[in-house]
């Protein structure tokens, strides 16, 4: 079975420019999180969905972040009018979790870097 | 504010030789405890996860302590080997903060021959 894939692995924005990045998360998993990694850093959590529904947003750090997952599967996490502050790693992670309190295993995929110049 | 400290920043070792990486947390109430290791480039990799009823675990040449009661916990590499270089992160969540994990900087190991 395939891990985590992420497209594109590296994305280069002029400021202003709207973005789309997507994960293709383990087949079956229910979870899916999005992270986004600053040079040097560890992952900051951004989102949380459990199938379709996006549970948890507290981590996106502004209105111009959306995240969306309509068929419980491939997310996608878009950023509009992209600043130099969001040049970072994205990282989206899956989980095979079902129900909460479990100690579960979170996979990550290789991430995408985004420089915005 | 949940928290997760990690030391050293960075580690230079020579092959073959021994370290050990700390990480103090002051997430709360603690739900369990994971070392990860990223390798450049990549995304994340789990070393082993403990819960608060876990004071060690092992995989390989990696060995990962816990004190709940101190919030510490440490990494120990044994005979590091070139492949051994990445960073290895700390991450714990907490109890009531659903499946939210909180990350710490991470320590950047380079083994050199």
């Known amino acids: 079975g395939a891990g985590v894939s992420q497209s594109p692995r590296y994305k280069v924005a002029k400021r202003g420019q709207d973005v789309a990045l997507r994960c293709d998360p383990i087949s079956g998993h229910v979870s899916l999180f999005w992270y986004q990694q600053a040079l040097g850093q560890g992952p900051e959590f951004l989102t949380y969905?459990?199938?379709?529904?996006?549970?948890?947003k507290s981590g996106l750090p502004s209105d111009r972040f959306f995240a969306e997952r309509p068929e419980g599967s491939v997310s996608t996490l878009k950023i509009q009018r992209t600043q130099q502050e969001d040049s970072a790693v994205y990282l989206c992670a899956s989980s095979s979790q079902s129900s909460p309190g479990q100690t579960y295993e979170q996979y990550f995929g290789p991430g995408t870097r985004l420089t915005v110049t | 504010k949940n928290q997760v400290e990690q030391s050293p920043q960075s580690l230079i070792i020579l092959e073959g030789k021994n370290c050990t990486l700390q990480c103090n947390y002051t997430v709360s109430p603690f739900s369990n405890l994971r070392w990860y290791k990223q390798d450049t480039g990549r995304g994340p990799v789990s070393l082993t996860i403990m819960t608060f009823s876990e004071n060690t675990k092992s995989n390989g040449r990696y060995t990962a302590t816990l004190d709940a009661d101190t919030k510490q916990s440490s990494l120990h590499i044994t005979a590091s080997q070139l492949s051994d270089s990445a960073s290895y992160i700390c991450?714990?969540?907490?109890?009531?903060?659903?499946?939210?994990?909180?990350f710490g900087g991470g320590t950047r190991v380079l083994v050199k021959p």
């Open positions: 991450v714990v969540s907490a109890v009531a903060a659903g499946n939210k994990l909180t």
């Open positions: 969905f459990q199938n379709e529904a996006q549970l948890d």
